[in-house]
């Protein structure tokens, strides 16, 4: 593809139309409420979050792009100037509400582009999205894979969010007499929240700005703003701190967790500076319950004996890998399912991200691109077969935004420390 047609989560001028994986903030860098550069395509769910992040943005820039769905578009060339026609499909990435991946087709070959995303053989979606990524190739090759890296290193080997969430439940089991203090982002975990709620079968506490994307995404009535409904609460993940929760200690018995992969990684990197060292699991995972999904909210649970994936860090903290982000295992799966020509990561780190060329080159080439599990039809007729759709202006629903605008916090975390800030790449021959 030509530079200068389509850019994914970068926002700098110089691209026809712009597509977005998610709302995460390390994807929306350079995107404002005054933004005019352009179309933005994005998944229905992000349309329908998109004023509560971007109060005034103009709402007739954005395009829906439907899941599964073949669209197409009708851009130029800048060198030739003639017109071409791209197709695109999106594809739940699993990651937080919204999220996706995006294939693109057209005269330059075949790309896709996967954001941050999750691939877990234990979720009732990992078939389905499986399926419709092989549907949409056939048996064409994909020409350029950009991969979510940010755990592409055989150190990083994290239980399923499955088996993570029943951890967290066993904690909370374990203290009775605690308040339960959750740190989390104003978008994702909500099937966590979600699981703890029907597993315990207690209200989970949330700050109002996340209780209105609660009642936007459509989740169960199970989440309130009043604290003495329950005894666990997510809290926004920049409250979250040591000093805060002995703050809370003084008043009553609290503990805090922090469900997330970056710690692990941190303390990975930390204890041995080879960073292309092998690693053992951190998971004690009970094998027998891996296949429960957390979505579905299983009330059958047993506590696990073994909890060696969870940490104490602090008195007061445990953390858990629980994490929206695929381990090394899981990027190496899905490389060998799709085998791309190229692989190019898309996050950049301080120190322990790799370039996934390093692990996988022996699974990409044009020998292996050729591999896949579904019967051939040709190009012409597959285009035919497919069809596709004009992607639309128009965004159902209200968006009305209730209460005053939350001022963003910039902090230096785990999160603004490991990962680049400025995702994205525009989409380029290379």
């Known amino acids: 593809m030509e530079s200068g047609m389509i850019s994914v989560d970068k926002w700098s001028s110089g691209s026809q139309v712009y597509f977005l994986t998610h709302l995460h903030a390390d994807h929306t860098v350079g995107l404002s409420s005054k933004w005019k550069r ?13 004023p509560t992040k971007f109060p005034d943005f103009n709402l007739s820039l954005i395009r829906v792009v439907e899941i599964g769905c073949w669209h197409s578009l009708s851009l130029v060339s800048p060198t030739s100037g003639s017109a071409t026609t791209v197709y ?14 995006y294939l693109f087709r ?17 979720r009732n979606t990992f078939e389905v999205g499986r399926t419709m990524l092989l549907n949409a190739l056939k048996n064409e090759k994909l020409d350029i894979l950009y991969l979510d890296n940010t755990y592409c290193n055989p150190r990083f080997s994290f ?35 979600l699981y703890i709620s029907r597993t315990l079968n207690m209200k989970i506490w949330v700050w109002p700005e996340r209780l209105q994307v609660m009642h936007l995404l459509g989740f169960p009535d199970v989440f309130t703003t ?45 204890a041995n500076g080879n960073v292309f060292g092998s690693s053992r699991s951190t998971s004690g995972l009970n094998k027998s319950n891996e296949n429960t999904d957390i979505a579905n909210g299983s009330q059958t649970h047993e506590p696990n004996e073994d909890l060696r994936s969870v940490e104490k860090s602090h008195e007061y ?11 090394f295992a899981e990027i190496q799966e899905f490389i060998e399912l799709l085998r791309p020509i190229k692989i190019k990561g898309i996050v950049s780190s301080l120190s322990f991200n790799i370039d996934p060329c390093y692990f996988f080159r022996h699974l990409c080439g044009t020998k292996q691109a050729i591999w896949r599990l579904h019967q051939t039809l040709d190009n012409d007729e597959r285009l035919e077969k497919v069809g596709t759709v004009d ?6 629903g209200s968006f009305s935004v209730a209460g005053r605008k939350r001022k963003k916090v910039q902090l230096v975390n785990r999160v603004s420390l490991l990962r680049k800030l400025g995702h994205g790449v525009r989409i380029a021959d290379s």
Do not use: Q
């Open 106 to 122: 057209g005269e330059f070959g075949c790309m896709l582009y996967t954001g941050d995303f999750r691939w877990e053989k234990s």
């Open 317 to 327: 903290i445990y953390t858990v890998p629980y994490s929206d982000h695929l381990c």
């Open 226 to 270: 009043k604290t003495s409904l329950t005894r666990v609460r997510a809290v926004p993940r920049y409250s979250f701190s040591i000093e805060t929760l002995e703050c809370l200690n003084t008043v009553r018995p609290t503990i805090g967790i922090r469900p997330s992969g970056l710690p692990w990684a941190m303390k990975a990197v930390k």
């Open 159 to 193: 239980p399923s969010r499955e088996v993570a969430a029943r951890e967290i439940v066993d904690i909370i089991t374990a203290h009775p007499e605690h308040d339960i203090i959750i740190g989390i982002d104003s978008l994702g975990k909500e099937d966590l929240l």
């Open 38 to 50: 352009g179309l933005l395509y994005c998944s229905r769910d992000t349309a329908r979050l998109f």
């Open 391 to 396: 992607i639309k202006s128009t965004i159902p």
């Open 88 to 101: 695109v499909m999106a594809i739940d990435a699993n990651h937080c509400p919204g999220s996706v991946m």
